[in-house]
């Protein structure tokens, strides 16, 4: 939790890079194979490090690619500076005797400092990941996608605010957070309700079109560390042989524009 | 779902291993490495083809040990003989521009004849996995573990039978199976009331203590495939050198337990 605090503080920035990175969206010139995948996603981290203060892998656009993907998952997480903060976007889940071994190939084999965790199957699916407390576990809460209605908005409360008051209750460590779209910003109001100091990861602006100003509002809360996640609309800025250049500019703009926001809401 | 089905009649068995290889449990003259992980798995796959139905891979003990354990897995899937059944226990979700590559890495890269997904993010997230209609997509609908009963179970109508009504609407192609605990019987017969030819994969007897008879008898559906996953009581039958003549043993002994349980109940 300290290490996501002290980047967030030191580069004054929430910008959280998500590393979806495609052969169908990169540009023509890089290689259709891992080689390619390696050099798209490190010319991403160069171009975009001096403000991002996280780098999230998804792993699907890792495994797509075979155990190969999964090396150069490795080799990049290398790469990574040591300051920024690194998050599995694995959305794992199973019973307790399984889920240790994703605790210990996401926290152990991978060194990430995060994970995103379903919370579907309950407490002994989550436990053993909130069993390395200098970790972060993000849980599904409230996802960006259309299919979020299908389920967790059902229930009274919905199924992510269930979600979000047993987590409450399973936090002995103080290191779950949520997964929370950008999409429903009436959502993290209440999130935030229930739960002020709760880290945050926020998929959902960008391509998917969530309302950054609304977010932030009701996601900011002092001391409680919050990402929004950007990928595509950053990835995939420019096709050219210059899109490092757009890239940067890219992830420059939105870093700009999510500090300015909070630092207006953080003095008002 | 031919596949399966030709699998179950030919061998008159409805018997899925789960490859839950773990160096804690396995022979100690096996080594504690990725080349005693595909020693083990194909000592226990040779031991076992000749009553198994279906091999099923839990991918988090195949993810602990890195990109070589994945190396492992696909070495592992071309030595299964071909007329065997393989599902990817990997209970992936993600919304549906990402769970694609999910998609395409367990059906194509891995050439997986079945996954297993969460059903928590919804219909757009499943979507990808329906669309290879020769595969068959099991939903999470309620698992084995106590967990189960933070979420699943809770509701009106519960969460689990929520699940399965929605994956109703969604069986376009006649591909969507269910994960479903033996811990539960009477949910057994609850969706065998819903849907009742759905394919069945029902993990949660040998080492979690469900019940086989009950189970067997509310999951039985004359042409609906049927899968009971038994993992560490047979892989660690024993841990000699000799391990391979028990397990083979105690596969044989699950087989014709649940094969003559079934046989019964469908000439009554």
Same mark, same amino acid.
């Given at each position: 939790?300290?290490?996501?605090?002290?980047? !967030?503080? =030191?580069?004054?920035?929430?910008?959280? !890079?998500?590393?979806?990175? =495609?052969?169908?969206?990169? @540009?023509?010139?890089?290689?259709?194979?891992?080689?390619?995948?390696?050099?798209?996603?490190?010319?991403?981290?160069?171009?975009?490090?001096?403000? =991002?203060?996280?780098?999230?892998?998804?792993?699907?656009?890792?495994?797509?690619?075979?155990?190969?993907?999964?090396?150069?998952?490795?080799?990049?997480?290398?790469?990574?500076?040591?300051?920024?903060?690194?998050?599995?976007?694995?959305?794992? =889940?199973? !019973?307790?005797?399984?889920?240790?071994?994703?605790?210990?190939?996401?926290?152990?084999?991978?060194?990430?400092?995060?994970?995103?965790? &379903?919370?579907?199957?309950?407490?002994?699916?989550?436990? @053993?990941?909130?069993?390395?407390?200098?970790?972060?576990?993000?849980?599904?809460?409230?996802?960006?996608?259309?299919?979020?209605?299908?389920?967790?908005?059902?229930?009274?409360?919905?199924?992510?605010?269930?979600?979000?008051?047993?987590?409450?209750?399973?936090?002995?460590?103080?290191?779950?957070?949520?997964?929370?779209?950008?999409?429903?910003?009436?959502?993290?109001?209440?999130?935030?309700?229930?739960? @002020?100091?709760?880290?945050?990861?926020?998929?959902?602006?960008?391509?998917?079109?969530?309302?950054?100003?609304?977010?932030?509002? &009701?996601?900011?809360?002092?001391?409680? @560390?919050?990402?929004?996640?950007?990928?595509?609309? !950053?990835?995939?800025?420019?096709?050219?042989?210059?899109?490092?250049?757009?890239?940067? &500019?890219?992830?420059?703009?939105?870093?700009?524009?999510?500090?300015?926001?909070?630092?207006?809401?953080?003095?008002?």
């Amino acid at each position: 939790m300290n290490k996501l605090q002290n980047a !967030i503080h =030191s580069k004054n920035s929430y910008l959280c !890079i998500g590393l979806d990175a =495609s052969p169908i969206y990169w @540009p023509q010139h890089i290689a259709n194979n891992v080689q390619g995948l390696e050099y798209f996603c490190k010319s991403i981290i160069e171009a975009t490090q001096e403000c =991002s203060v996280a780098y999230k892998f998804n792993l699907a656009f890792f495994e797509v690619w075979g155990y190969q993907g999964l090396r150069t998952m490795q080799r990049l997480l290398e790469f990574i500076p040591k300051d920024i903060f690194t998050i599995a976007d694995a959305k794992r =889940s199973d !019973i307790g005797h399984s889920v240790s071994f994703y605790a210990k190939a996401f926290f152990e084999t991978y060194p990430f400092d995060a994970i995103t965790v &379903n919370p579907y199957m309950g407490k002994d699916s989550i436990q @053993p990941f909130l069993e390395y407390p200098e970790k972060i576990t993000f849980l599904l809460a409230l996802t960006s996608n259309e299919g979020s209605q299908d389920f967790q908005l059902q229930g009274n409360p919905p199924l992510y605010e269930q979600v979000i008051r047993k987590a409450v209750q399973w936090n002995i460590h103080n290191n779950i957070g949520f997964v929370m779209g950008a999409t429903r910003p009436d959502a993290i109001l209440n999130l935030r309700n229930i739960f @002020p100091k709760a880290p945050l990861l926020i998929p959902g602006i960008g391509t998917q079109s969530g309302d950054l100003t609304s977010t932030l509002k &009701n996601a900011y809360s002092p001391g409680a @560390p919050l990402l929004i996640t950007i990928s595509r609309a !950053i990835l995939y800025a420019d096709n050219t042989a210059n899109f490092m250049r757009y890239t940067q &500019n890219k992830s420059l703009d939105y870093h700009q524009k999510i500090s300015q926001i909070i630092h207006e809401i953080a003095i008002s």
